[in-house]
């Protein structure tokens, strides 16, 4: 049997882990990602690249592969319900297209449509880019064992059938919600296993906006006296639709005639159309009780299942693997302390179920016509009365909805409180939000954006090592840190800034801020004891070790 080594070996080749392999690619930190299948993608699971996630991808240098990989970006995003598309509109949430829209004060970047199908090609683009990754598609892992000082797995050529053995430092899970890794590691997931069987159609329709009288828009969502029964996503802004039947907790199978009956019943009209793929799936509200066992790990799908309601679940998913990259790389460069990767879990678990939590409540939203059902005239009536409580309702249904749409505090709100590599400085933490976001630099947050010259913003300091951030003509000394950073072998770049608008937002005259972005420790001078804080933001000191608890975090929310 052949064999082989590496740094990290991932396993799944979705968004999540060709973000995890571009990352430590990125990094110079040697990765070989196995995917069972080609690499290529006939249902696209997302199709909204979040703006944090487009932080990142600016920090990779592919927001224009981004902006250029496929989307009509000047396709009106639109969201609508209605009883069909020749039918009643109840009311409305503009967008602009991705051409139009304007990035948001309080980042660099704005979130980006962008369905799987076209994202995952950057992606893979992006990881091939570095000489340390190798990407094997068609490659199924079979089986692995945790040696204590190393991994080893057996991976088989799904065409020809050869096995070979990979030994790794390290494994990562980023196969899916139904992960083997996960499995074999015997890591449980909480929560609600069904919300909702559901069937997504894929079809083809040139002109589709020609054969109704609504304005074009990205999502439609269709009511009838049943209550909700299926949206409606332009999925390239062309001549692609996804069409969602959903259903509730029972199972069945759609026929391809159920479905075209469905499709027709929601355009209000017989057309021509071409069904190019039917995948019926289950939306599930779960979370991973743990992120890893020794030197394996889960991320993306495999340690977090939700409701698309949102757009969390990739995005959630490249937060992940951006706060374990850095980690593994850490450790693996020899700065990293022996209990860095642990801080792992202890940070993005609870982000899981605040977030996962946060989608399930706006599938609830989405669904409560079948609960709170309108007067059954609004659906076929021209009552001029009946018109009036068709408006009252699109009007209730269009205010609960725009929780979902606007979701910026979710995306960027994040915070890693009790993390065992930040060091808290005594401020409370902010409350949860989710349609607005407060920018902060307390530790634990994500730092904050500020221009600080032409095009460049404080994110663009962010990303390799460790950054210290002084504000002030006449800054503090630092070379304490420096030295004792320089000890350790901690990647460390001393940046100083005299931007006004900058320092207000970072409070502190010092502000420490780690590989991902998120601040570490801040202060308007260093501590007695630099040493400590050397390592304790590189995971040199045992932190927490208590279990997260699903429960309890979700009750915190």
């Not at 979130?111 to 000489?131: G, T, Y």
């Not at 430092?169 to 559901?198: F, N, P």
Request: aromatic share 8%.
């Amino acid at each position: 049997m052949h064999s082989s080594r590496t740094s990290v070996l991932i396993i799944g080749g979705g968004p999540v882990g060709l973000a995890l392999a571009g990352d430590l690619g990125w990094r110079g930190v040697a990765c070989t990602l196995i995917e069972k299948g080609d690499g290529s993608v006939a249902q696209p699971k997302m199709d909204m690249v979040g703006i944090r996630a487009m932080e990142f991808c600016r920090r990779w240098g592919i927001v224009d592969w981004v902006e250029s990989a496929g989307y009509n970006r000047d396709y009106p995003q639109d969201c609508a319900w209605v009883t069909h598309l020749n039918g009643y509109e109840f009311g409305r949430e503009p967008f602009p297209p991705p051409s139009q829209e304007k990035p948001p004060p309080h980042s660099p970047q704005k979130r980006e449509r962008c369905p799987q199908n076209f994202f995952d090609p950057v992606l893979q683009r992006f990881a091939k880019s570095s000489p340390s990754v190798s990407l094997r598609f068609e490659t199924e892992l079979l089986e692995f064992e945790d040696r204590g000082t190393h991994v080893e797995a057996i991976v088989q050529d799904v065409r020809t059938g050869e096995q070979r053995t990979i030994s790794a430092d390290y494994l990562v899970g980023c196969d899916g919600g139904a992960s083997k890794v996960r499995q074999s590691l015997g890591i449980e997931m909480e929560g609600d296993a069904v919300l909702t069987y559901t069937t997504n159609i894929v079809f083809r329709c040139d002109g589709l906006e020609q054969l109704h009288d609504k304005k074009p828009g990205y999502r439609f969502i269709f009511i009838g006296p049943e209550g909700t029964w299926a949206t409606l996503v332009a999925i390239n802004g062309r001549d692609q639709w996804r069409f969602s039947l959903i259903g509730d907790s029972e199972k069945r199978t759609l026929t391809e005639d159920e479905a075209r009956a469905a499709i027709v019943r929601a355009v209000g009209k017989p057309f021509d159309f071409e069904i190019l793929s039917m995948l019926p799936w289950v939306r599930r509200q779960l979370v991973a009780r743990h992120y890893g066992k020794g030197r394996v790990f889960i991320a993306g799908d495999a340690a977090h299942l939700t409701s698309p309601t949102g757009g969390f679940g990739m995005n959630t998913g490249l937060l992940d693997v951006v706060n374990l990259s850095w980690k593994l790389a850490g450790v693996l460069q020899g700065w990293g302390g022996e209990h860095l990767l642990e801080s792992y879990e202890v940070e993005q678990l609870p982000v899981a179920v605040r977030n996962v939590g946060e989608a399930t409540e706006n599938l609830r939203r989405m669904l409560s016509p079948r609960i709170l059902q309108p007067d059954p005239r609004v659906f076929d009536s021209n009552d001029p009365e009946v018109e009036s409580a068709r408006r009252e309702y699109g009007e209730r249904y269009t205010e609960m909805m725009r929780r979902e749409w606007f979701s910026i505090g979710v995306h960027l709100g994040y915070v890693y409180e009790g993390s065992p590599v930040v060091v808290p400085d005594g401020t409370p933490c902010p409350p949860l939000e989710v349609s607005k976001y407060t920018p902060t630099a307390r530790p634990g947050s994500r730092a904050p954006h500020a221009w600080i010259g032409e095009g460049k913003s404080t994110l663009d300091l962010f990303g390799k090592g460790f950054v210290l951030l002084r504000f002030g003509a006449n800054p503090p000394d630092v070379q304490a840190l420096r030295k004792t950073a320089a000890a350790a072998g901690l990647p460390l770049e001393v940046v100083d800034l005299q931007d006004e608008n900058a320092a207000r937002l970072y409070e502190r005259r010092l502000v420490l801020v780690r590989p991902d972005g998120q601040v570490s420790w801040r202060g308007d001078a260093l501590p007695e004891d630099v040493a400590t804080l050397v390592d304790t933001v590189r995971g040199a000191i045992a932190g927490r070790a208590e279990p997260v608890s699903f429960k309890a975090v979700i009750a915190e929310a």
